[in-house]
């Protein structure tokens, strides 16, 4: 087995007295999908936060390719090529959206900048047609793929996605996921958090579930889809 590309080590971070994760481990191997699936509140956008050192880790080890990133400060991940598309987008409402995925390439110094982002309006048509629009008059749909299309802007070798599907018609939520599909199927490794957890583990190489701060079961993502239990608690059945 080779060394997963991203890998948690009995983990714990929280807010104050709120422990959000209980001593976590979670392993992804290069070129993966692996979803992280739970309730509300049961630490699936801190387990993101914490890979991105937004959330301090109080104990455990954070590994990626090999090396400790505990404290690495987030603002250099991306030029590792560690990503993040946080929960609620969080793009520059005021800038154009040229001007969002130019904040994605803000620490590349190399010539293909205008290439990548040709490349990302080949993905997203629509942001091409948008591309001198301010990112707030976007829809939620078009907000969350300039927030993927910005991510992409640096070039990641994993790809954190938190809950990219919240808020959006299941056409949109299917046009999304394609493209996470496809951007997997280009090389990325992507560690994707969702509520959806029957779009994010048919999706998946493998599943995590997460219920208040801990990993209660983890296997394939097939096997997930076909356990009783998960269909009962997170499937709806
Ligand atoms: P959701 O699907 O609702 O986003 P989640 O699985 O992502 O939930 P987290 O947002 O990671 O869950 O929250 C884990 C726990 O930490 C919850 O009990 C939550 O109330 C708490 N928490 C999250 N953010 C903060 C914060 N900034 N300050 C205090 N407590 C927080």
Redesign the pocket.
Known sequence: MPEPILELKDVKA???S????KGISIKAYEGEIVSII????????????TICNV?KATSGDIYYRGERINSVNSDKLPEMGLCQVP?GRRIFPRLSVEENLDMGAFHRKDKEIADDMERAFDMFPILKERRRQPGGTLSGGEQQMLAIARALMSRPKVLLL??PS?GLAPLIVQQIFDIVGEINKQGTTVIL?E?NARVALSMAKRGYV?E??NVVMEDDAKVLLDNPDIQKAYLGE
Do not use: C, F, H, P
């Open positions: 929280g807010y104050g709120i422990k959000a994760l739970g309730a509300n509140g049961a630490g699936k956008s801190t387990t993101l936060m959330v929960e938190d809950e919240l958090v509520q997460l208040t701060g």
